[in-house]
């Protein structure tokens, strides 16, 4: 399958068994339907370890799936001068306290605004990420948060420290933990959620635990619980990076984030305009000279504000 210029081409590699190669698809580029996602599949544009295969597929983990996506009109993405807290910086990555409402990546209806378009802005050397297959749909951006969760993020500078920090989360030897404010709190003092998670088959848009998912563990501890309403605060470690896990994952174990509309209650208990989840520290190796990094970032304001109006 040549490369055009009317196509991208993402390089992936599977995870977990038995996961269909559809799902996998949907799962992966954000937006598209099942029905697209088969669509794909059947013209010849997914290959599984430099093969065609059906829809039904079903992964032994550790395959090579390369997505050719034609690309409708393209929209490119502009520097846009956005300030931005930024906690750390040198020539190979940034450390940025990214705050609630900004969206990561341009999407559709996110086309500014967006961190990306910040950072580009910033750092113009990373516009040369734009043209390669490996790097041009990240342009920096190692991982993200949600819309609504604040935080410490990384963003890589370079081609060779983005895919050294990726390989580090690959691994799982980056250490991520977060603050949320729980609307119960857990029956014990800590413990793991080990669930997987996958896209709702309905609901394209939000997540859900399903044994056909992608693995994903969240530990929890509960730092305070002197709040109204049985609620709780706590400290969450993730050891797998799924789309809203610690969102799914409280769901499902019957204590959803404050201030989660999506996965919490129907109608809010508490007035907060964002949910109540915060990256609150990071830890990685440095990708060139591999010292040990570490970040912290205090709760903003407006989250403190709402636990004492809770105590």
């Known amino acids: 399958m040549g490369e055009d210029q009317g196509e991208r081409k993402f390089h992936l590699i599977t995870e977990t068994s038995k996961q269909r190669l559809d799902l996998f698809v949907l799962e992966r580029l954000e937006g598209l339907s099942r029905a697209q ?5 059947r013209a010849g544009r997914v290959l599984v370890n430099g093969k065609v295969e059906k829809a039904g ?20 993405v502009e520097p846009e001068d956005i300030e931005l807290e930024i906690v750390y910086e040198d020539d190979d990555l940034a450390v940025i306290n990214k705050a609630a409402g900004m969206v990561v990546h341009p999407g559709a209806g996110n086309r500014g605004g967006t961190l990306v378009n910040a950072l580009l802005a910033r750092y113009p050397e990373l516009a040369e990420m734009m043209d390669d297959p490996e790097t041009g749909e990240r342009l920096g951006i190692v991982h993200r948060l949600d819309r609504g969760t604040s935080g410490l993020l990384v963003a890589a500078r370079k081609k060779t420290s983005l895919l050294a920090l ?7 030897s980056v250490d991520k933990r977060y603050l949320a404010l729980l609307e119960k709190r857990p029956e014990s003092d800590k413990g793991l959620v080990d669930a997987p998670i996958a896209r709702h088959p309905r609901q394209r848009k939000r997540m859900t635990v399903r044994r056909d998912g992608r693995s994903a563990q969240t530990e929890f501890r509960v730092l305070d619980d002197d709040f109204q309403g049985d609620r709780a605060l706590v400290e969450l470690r993730l050891l797998t990076g799924r789309t809203h896990q610690i969102r799914a994952h409280m769901a499902f174990i019957g204590c959803p984030v404050v201030g ?13 305009k964002r949910q109540f989840l915060h990256a609150s520290e990071l830890a990685f190796d440095h990708p060139a000279s591999g010292e040990r990094m570490r970040f912290e970032s205090e709760l903003p304001v407006g989250l403190r504000n709402v636990m004492a109006k809770l105590r």
């Open 57 to 76: 597929f079903r992964f032994k983990g550790g395959e090579r799936v390369e997505i050719a996506m034609p690309l409708g009109e393209e929209v490119s």
């Open 166 to 172: 990726m390989r580090q989360f690959q691994e799982r």
């Open 260 to 272: 989660d509309a999506v996965y919490g209650y129907r109608k809010q208990r508490v007035k907060l």
């Open 37 to 41: 996602a088969q669509k794909l599949i």
